[in-house]
């Protein structure tokens, strides 16, 4: 147990075996079906896990790699939703176009808005990220004519993949709908390791470890954190998609600021330093959360408590934790 | 018409008024220690309802001093407790913390005093309207006014003549050079986060008076303090105390043209704002970065 | 960087916390006279703004099936209550609903008190072919344009609510209303009815919309003030509608005109100081109702059991649960689709209605058709604090809903 005054953990990022991570992590992903019901858990857990991992993953890109702090990206999970609820409703009835449409939503507007933002650092950037997404939360909200307002868009539903060859029913079988949701979420997360990867993500790395470094160097530092910042935004508003095919539904409370402050806390209690970390993490959060409030109306104390726990004796989250344990 | 406006003017200060005793206490924490207080809202509310316990024994002038004094109180161990712990951290441990802390201040509030509103008697004196011309403002309102502007002076006077108010300004500005003359910087924030709980607890009693109590009393109050903030610009208290009273009158006039775009036109201002003059009305340059 | 520790935690430690989790996480085992019992799986915002609805409606839930639990159970089983927070978020609240019928395996599903979520529920319940009733989420298109044939609703719709209370405001006060209103569906549809029952009657209006969680109405009561209607329709919800009432009242507006509106909750009059506790409106349901004995003996027994006195909420959740029992009975079965065509038309006895008028689910649109209580609101008389409400006049649930055409629901039965 870690009760390390800083955080700032300077060994690389990457991995020392990141195939073996990747491989049990895998592993256990494929065969949810098989042992989750054994353990007392149900189908639509597992796919609320990978979609909230997907979201916590694709904020950490920002967070854990770049070193820059958004406290509001549950907006861009939430346009996300809605991209792909309204596609679904007015445009054509295509699972693919739907998740398209969410990325392209989320994205573009917090592309948008990364643009005003990207000399902002610390809690002010944090700061204007929570009043941005607020703005977006309140629109939704506002917007009855298309949103549907305080009450979510409903009257959409997801299509079955048509593969040209064969037609993959995801609307009424739920293991289906679990793979599909899977699939996605390994495109998903291994575009981000390429990234990651790359001389863009390591130059990403070089400015959260030090940005005054980096700048003389010659990094276009703004540049960079706006770029970071639409690449998040993009992967976040995927999750968000997938999250309305999950529900066939999206509502205003998708883009609220406690819904931000949960993705973080995923983030940081599963490791954010760590690639897989976020994954993790949410799914810790997800399974507690639905196991406390199944127990008791005062879930809320105990989530809380969950917050103030990890940030006064967990800073580094779990896999962080198993990390420095090996480094000795 | 005109008349019209005028009231909405003076309505829309009221209002303000509320915003800035909001915003005044998060940006006091904000600037000298670098926390935005999630929590702040539930720092209203608890101000609400100690008033509530307190009336039947102290009354409701007794409790109004009171209540605010024991927030702060309450302020000044949370602070001592929690959050100077993670001072020295990355800043999304303390957003964290201040919002896990939001979480089990809401729901101690609804395990204590139950989930539907409680009602609250304000003084008969305090209820009445004005005049029948003036029947929309009631003397609880001028009185909300008058205790802010009260507030809100006593605060910028602390600030300026006092010796610990003098060094949180330092502090804001420039907090290694004020460690290094000697000021115990440590106890120097757990008072300025007891003097921003202290302006929360204020905050509650008189919204109890207004809006009644409940536990997501301060939850609406929270945005529209952010907001403040931003658009008076972060760092300048002056500034706070303008983007409340703004956001407060547009959100009024608002009101008389487009009603359903009241709450909207806060959020409106605060992007053209961030678009036009990126540090806000008072901001220093650099603040922000 | 997390892989060469995994083989660290031993295996014998890992099968220990496996099943750990597994006793935890499992449902309980059931062991009572071989039998299974009935699981009813209610989904309720416990935690959010409409918190205080929700608690009074699991209060209502509790209270019925320990009742039927000491009389003959449903089909002569036992009853056993699961119930799970929504949160008041749709997510939260499908997921949930998933859980109790894919994990738990209950046999129905009640919710929830907000309508959106109970809405987002009926996709999951319609495509698990789960029976569902909705007791308390009043926007009209769940048993309107979108209807579902396993979707019952015991609440009424704002429709209903609207036709009922408008004649009676006519004829007390007068044909010239001004609304105020919250801007989103619920509030629009309701003011719509509103006005189609006020046109009818040759009244006029003036209507102002304003945000949901509206808390400073000094300026549209100005103008309401300058337009001198007969009556000020408050058509705000939950805390809005409360300081609407507070800020009429402080503002002495009482004395000009009257105080209106369609829905009122026992609940939000307790949060109203006694002076707003004004105005002519609909209860859905009423626990003073001297001339029905059966209501009598309901209230006291109800009293009896938990020390407090039933509002509407404790209602729904009462006439939800007692129908399904019933319609299990006729049925002879807990099948969705089965339950639901044995509930189309049932009529309810008077001891499970609780009110002296004819109480069905009608056919076309699955909502249940019973007497609206329009009467005015008042500060506790006879130093009874639940005494706030007196009855002016009921009106039978078929008059207000109008014909199943109007409601736009087109039922379609699974084949």
Redesign the interface.
């Known amino acids: 147990m870690s009760t390390a005054t800083t955080t700032a953990v300077t060994t690389p990022v990457m991995p020392a075996r990141p195939w073996l991570t990747t491989a049990i992590i895998f592993a256990a992903l494929l065969t949810v079906p098989v042992w989750l019901p054994m353990l007392g858990g149900y189908t639509a857990l597992a796919g609320r896990v990978l979609v909230l991992g997907l979201a916590a993953m694709s904020f950490n890109l920002l967070l854990g790699f770049t070193g820059v702090m958004s406290f509001g990206h549950a907006a861009y999970f939430g346009l996300g939703a809605y991209g792909a609820g309204l596609t679904l409703k007015y445009i054509a009835p295509s699972t693919p176009l739907a998740m398209v449409g969410g990325v392209l939503l989320g994205g573009i507007l917090g592309s948008l808005f990364g643009r005003l933002i990207a000399q902002r650092r610390g809690v002010y950037f944090a700061m204007v990220t929570v009043a941005f997404g607020q703005i977006a939360f309140y629109v939704t909200y506002s917007w009855d004519s298309l949103t549907g307002g305080y009450d979510g868009l409903r009257g959409f539903s997801r299509a079955p993949l048509n593969l040209g060859f064969t037609t993959i029913d995801i609307t009424n079988n739920s293991t289906y709908f679990y793979y599909f949701l899977l699939f996605v979420f390994a495109v998903a997360t291994g575009l981000q390791a390429l990234l990651l990867a790359s001389p863009f993500g390591r130059t990403l790395v070089a400015i959260r470890e030090n940005e005054r470094r980096a700048r003389f160097l010659g990094i276009p530092i703004e540049r960079h954190i706006w770029m970071s910042f639409s690449i998040s935004c993009c992967f976040t508003a995927l999750a968000g998609a997938l999250y309305a095919l999950l529900n066939n539904f999206a509502d205003p409370m998708g883009l609220h600021y406690s819904l931000s402050g949960e993705i973080v806390i995923m983030t940081v209690m599963g490791g954010m330093r760590a690639f897989w970390g976020p994954l993790i993490g949410a799914a810790l959060f997800v399974v507690l959360q639905d196991y406390i409030s199944s127990m008791t109306v005062n879930w809320m104390s105990f989530v809380g408590l969950i917050f103030v726990l990890v940030v006064l004796f967990f800073p580094r989250g779990l896999l962080g934790m198993l990390q420095k344990g090996t480094e000795k | 018409m005109l008349q019209l406006v005028l009231y909405n003017v003076t309505n829309g200060l009221i209002i303000g008024a509320f915003y800035v005793l909001m915003a005044l206490g998060l940006s006091l924490i904000l600037n000298l220690s670098n926390v935005i207080n999630f929590a702040h809202g539930n720092f209203l509310a608890l101000g609400g309802y100690i008033a509530f316990v307190l009336t039947p024994f102290l009354g409701y002038w007794g409790a109004l001093i009171v209540s605010p004094l024991i927030t702060a109180l309450f302020g000044f161990a949370i602070e001592r407790l929690m959050i100077r712990r993670v001072y020295s951290r990355d800043p999304v441990y303390s957003l964290l913390l201040t919002f896990g802390l939001a979480f089990i201040m809401q729901d101690a509030c609804r395990y204590i005093w139950g989930p539907s509103g409680l009602q609250t008697s304000i003084p008969d004196i305090l209820s009445a309207p004005l005049s029948a011309d003036l029947f929309f403002i009631t003397w609880y309102r001028i009185f909300m006014v008058a205790l802010v502007i009260a507030a809100v002076s006593g605060l910028f006077a602390f600030l300026r003549f006092t010796r610990v108010g003098i060094r949180i300004r330092a502090g804001t500005l420039d907090l290694d050079t004020v460690s290094i003359l000697g000021v115990n910087v440590g106890m120097l924030r757990s008072l300025n986060f007891a003097v921003g709980s202290l302006l929360a607890g204020l905050a509650g009693v008189l919204a109890a008076g207004q809006v009644g109590l409940n536990p997501n009393m301060g939850d609406d109050l929270l945005m529209p303090s952010f907001i403040a903030i931003i658009v008076g610009g972060v760092g300048s208290l002056t500034g706070t105390l303008c983007g409340g009273l703004l956001i407060g009158v547009a959100g009024a006039l608002t009101t008389v043209f487009w009603p359903a775009a009241s709450e909207a036109v806060i959020y409106v201002i605060m992007l053209v704002v961030l678009i036009l003059r990126p540090r806000g009305l008072m901001g220093q340059e650099g603040m922000m970065s | ?6 083989p660290a935690i031993r295996r014998r430690t890992l099968i220990k916390s ?1 099943l750990a ?2 006793a ?4 309980p085992i059931i062991s009572a006279r071989g039998e299974v019992p009935v699981r009813i799986g209610m989904v309720d915002p ?4 409409l ?2 609805l929700a ?1 009074s409606e699991v209060e209502g839930a509790k209270y019925t099936v320990e009742r039927l639990n000491k009389r003959n159970g449903i089909l002569g089983r036992q009853v056993e209550l699961l119930v ?2 929504s ?6 609240g ?3 609903t ?2 109790l019928i ?2 738990d395996k209950v046999d129905v599903i009640l919710g929830d008190v907000n ?2 979520i109970a ?2 529920m009926m ?1 999951v319940t319609s ?1 698990l072919k789960v029976f569902h009733m909705v007791p308390g989420g009043h ?1 009209d298109p769940i048993t309107g344009a ?1 209807c579902k044939w396993n979707t019952f609703r015991v609440c009424n719709t704002t429709a209903m609510d609207a036709a009922a209370v408008t004649g009676e405001l006519v004829k007390r006060f007068g044909k010239k209303f001004f609304f105020v209103t919250p ?4 509030g ?1 549809t309701l003011q719509a009815n509103f006005i189609k029952n006020l046109k009818a009657l040759g009244g006029e209006y003036q209507a ?9 109405f ?6 309401a ?1 300058a337009y001198k209607p007969d009556v000020l329709l408050n058509n705000m919800g939950g ?1 809005a509608q ?2 609407c009432m ?1 800020q009429f009242t ?4 009482q004395k000009e005109m009257h105080l209106g509106g369609g829905l009122y909750e026992i ?1 939000s009059v ?4 006694a002076d707003a506790q004004t105005g002519t409106w609909v209860m859905e349901w009423w626990w003073d109702q001297p001339n029905v004995p059966e209501v009598v003996a309901f209230v006291a027994d109800f009293r009896k059991a938990t020390g407090k006195t039933p509002t509407a909420r404790h209602w729904f959740a009462l006439v939800a649960i007692e129908s399904i029992r019933l319609a299990a009975e006729k049925a002879k079965s807990l099948e969705g689709p089965k339950l639901a065509l044995a509930m189309e038309g049932m009529e309810l006895p008077r001891d499970i209605a609780l009110t002296a008028g004819k109480s069905f689910f009608r056919a076309g649109d699955h909502q249940l058709m019973t007497d609206l209580f329009v009467g005015d609101v008042h500060p506790p008389s006879k130093g009874n604090p639940d005494d706030v409400f007196t009855i002016g006049s009921a009106v039978p649930g078929e008059v207000a809903a109008g014909s199943v055409e109007s409601t736009g629901c087109k039922m379609v039965h699974p084949a």
């Open positions: 960087m997390t892989s060469p520790t995994l496996s989790v597994a935890l996480s499992a449902p416990l935690t959010g703004t918190s205080a608690v799970e927070d949160a008041n978020d749709v997510g939260t499908v997921q949930k998933r859980k894919e994990r309508s959106g809405y987002a996709g495509e926007t979108d801007d989103y569906a619920y629009h102002e919309l304003l945000p949901i969680t509206n808390s400073e000094s300026a549209t009561l100005i103008k003030k805390l409360i300081n507070k402080q503002f002495g507006m609940e307790r949060a109203v100081p």
